[in-house]
């Protein structure tokens, strides 16, 4: 996903806003948002409006259903005499009850003089009838009556929000009840919003029948206007509304009479709302950093918050919160996603350690430069053996930045872990161009404080590839210059071909051995368990060295094959050894190409299945570099083998620049340490601090620690004293033939790592 254009989030913001105008999105939208809404907004009832409940407590004492109309005459004389502005009530009276009942209520309407208004409503006819029946009071009570209207209409999804300002019953138009008493006038059917954010347990309220008794102080009511209805439960009448949940219809007529009485508000128009949000959003989207645009972002929120809650307290326009705060929401999570997808963007073509673009930029850049010059750097292991893996970054990148000045676009590309790679201008002499650079780089850089020497080799080359400049670059650095200039050796490289196609046929004949070199147990002075590793008997050219065998096999996409022959050899032989009884452990190397390879992973999962030895017997050893090649598909695959039971080892510990994450996300059961920091760790203070701290590190997580390059007697006396688990070298022994090895494992009398053997 990729998010660059601006009008385009905007764009789709205002899709969001307009979604949210459709009832299946805007109503789920409002039920979240009313409540904040009200919360904020909320303020007490005016104490104008005064609700006489016939309460539970009413109910009770009158008992009967419907209440004889005597009470309510009685009430009204009541709250005439009190001084009430006017009585309205929210009762069904449109069926005759008994006459002398009527006639008692329609004498207390006239000596109300003008006080009193009766309710009028239209109902469905029956459950399957849908026409509406107009409900009007008797005629007997309508004589000295205003007439207005109490109907309620609940939205879509059943929730009260709106009050109309009048309704046609009867084929005349009526004031509804909010309406008459706020004396507000309006066409039927225009509706206007319910200001739910009026607090409903601040509206005053009497109990009916304390009313009907005179049980009130008459300043309750004086000079107000009085709703007599309905909030007993078992009287029905109730509806759900936002905020609140569910409440009388009289209590939702005082919430709309309270909210005529501060003026009629309407609804503010939405395509008003959602331009405004889109401008306010436009600071944000233009934000070139995810932090600056999402302070932007929050400040048109509250911005856009105050506005349309101010639109409502002192305008009287309310405005729908949610279609604006979708698309300010959805423009932030659009921006988020436009941040995450250039992340990772970068991340790909991005070196981790040194924020250079690395080879898939490289690769990406579309043309081969004409003239590609490819900077090895020599003495890298060494920088890595003294400086931290910050420091050596550092090192690489005041590097890179010396090498702008000599490439002809300023970009320089970190290929390689020592590897630099850039594009000579092909308007000058290479030979000017590099000799200038090389006054640059022959000065040591400054890291942490301290001049860092690094040392660099140059091959250049005329076709654009990395390998031909690389091939340049080691002969170089073998000739002692500064740079060379691509020449192929096309012998070599012949018997090279050569013998990647003898491969195939020696692995057939046999001609593929493995040998094991032990690891010393240092708690029991015992070997307990061996690293593999491939020797190739040439009938011609004698024992080939994998140095130069194995390198080509992962060039050539043989490295698979050789690999799964030499994992077959180590199950046979490790069952062998187990069967006399030696419980070894084999290690076996895994080329990084072979981490994201799922061919592979298949065929070694089929070899797996028919292995003639617990799987527990082996260990699978990958150096850093390679579980950094495709982190994730390499993950992946280890763990795959982990939940088989195959142990995992990281060979070369130290030598890679993301030593610590990947500790963390492999699963390791074992840390190699590299023989460069264990070779003199007798000797070099540094060294010895750099073991210790790696043993104390692998045992809090709970890793077993091998030590390689074991040489010398106070190397291996060191390691037992840091309590290092297993130490492999020459001084413990050289890698053994199977029978050799099963002599050495048979001579269990003979003290082991006490000599060099092999």
Known sequence: ?????????????????????????????????????????????????????????????????????????????????????????????????????????????????????????????????????????????????????????????????????????????????????????????????????????????LSFIDVERGRFDPHAVRGRHVLIGATAIEMGDRYLVPAHGVL?????????????????????????????????????????????????????????????????????????????????????????????????????LTDEATGLPNQRAFAGRGDHPPVLALVQITNLEPLSAVLGADEVAQAIVRTAERLRLASADGHVYRVRSHQLAMALPTDADV??????????????????????????????????????????AAQAEAEGVFWRAASINRDQLERSVSLMGELDAAIAAGQIEVHYQPKLALSSNRIASVEALVRWRHPQRGMVPPDAFIPLAEQSDRIGTLTLHVLGIVLRDAARWRDAGHRLTAAVNISAKLLTSPAFTSAADALLDDAPVALDALIFEVTESAAMADADAAVATLHHFRARGIAISMDDYGTGQSTLSYLQRLPLSELKIDRRFVQ???????????????????????????????????????LTTLRCDYAQGYFISRPLAYDQLIVRLADADEPTGTRMSG
Request: no cysteine.
């Open 1 to 205: 996903m990729r998010l660059r254009s601006s009008p385009l989030i905007l764009l789709i913001a205002a899709i969001a806003g307009v979604t949210t105008m459709l009832p299946a999105v805007g109503m789920p939208l409002k039920r979240l948002i009313e409540p904040l809404r009200i919360a904020v907004m909320s303020h007490p009832a005016s104490g104008d409006v005064v609700v006489v409940e016939m309460d539970a407590r009413s109910v009770d004492a009158i008992r009967r259903w419907p209440w004889p109309r005597r009470h309510y005459a009685a009430a009204v004389d009541r709250l005439r005499s009190a001084g009430a502005a006017t009585i309205v009530f929210d009762v069904d009276f449109s069926t005759a009850s008994d006459p002398v009942d009527d006639r008692l209520f329609a004498d207390a309407i006239a000596r109300a003089d003008g006080r009193v208004a009766l309710p009028t409503f239209a109902q469905q006819a029956g459950t399957t009838d849908r026409r509406n029946l107009d409900a009007l009071p008797v005629p007997a009570l309508r004589a000295h009556a205003s007439l207005a209207s109490v109907s309620i209409q609940p939205d879509l999804d059943g929730i009260v929000r709106d009050m109309p300002l009048a309704t046609v019953t009867a084929d005349t138009p009526r004031p509804s009840l909010s309406a008459y008493i706020a004396a507000r006038a309006g066409r039927a059917g225009q509706s206007y919003p319910i200001d739910f954010a009026t607090n409903p347990t601040t509206i005053p309220r």
């Open 248 to 348: 009388p219809g009289v209590v939702i007529q005082a919430l709309a009479t309270e909210t005529l009485l501060a003026g009629t508000p309407a609804h503010g128009t939405r395509p008003l709302i959602l331009a405004l949000a889109l401008l306010l959003a436009v600071p944000g989207v233009a934000a070139r950093r995810t932090s600056v645009a999402a302070v932007r972002l929050a400040i048109a929120l509250v911005v856009f918050t105050a506005v349309v809650l101010a639109a409502e307290r002192w305008g009287g326009v309310r405005y729908p919160l949610a279609i604006g705060l979708a698309a300010l929401l959805v423009t932030g999570a659009l921006i988020a996603a436009r941040d995450v997808a250039r992340r990772f963007r970068d991340n790909r």
């Open 431 to 472: 030979a000017d161009i590099l000799a200038g650079a090389r006054g640059l780089l022959i000065e040591p850089v400054e890291v942490a404080g301290r001049k860092v020497d690094v040392a660099l080799s140059v091959g250049v080359t005329l076709d654009g590839q990395l390998a031909t400049a690389a091939l340049a």
């Open 680 to 718: 003199f760790a007798h000797e070099r203070d540094a060294d010895a601090a750099l073991v210790r701290s790696t043993i104390e590190l692998a045992h809090a997580l709970r890793l077993t620690v091998v030590a390689e390059g074991i040489e010398e007697a106070e190397t291996l006396a060191l």
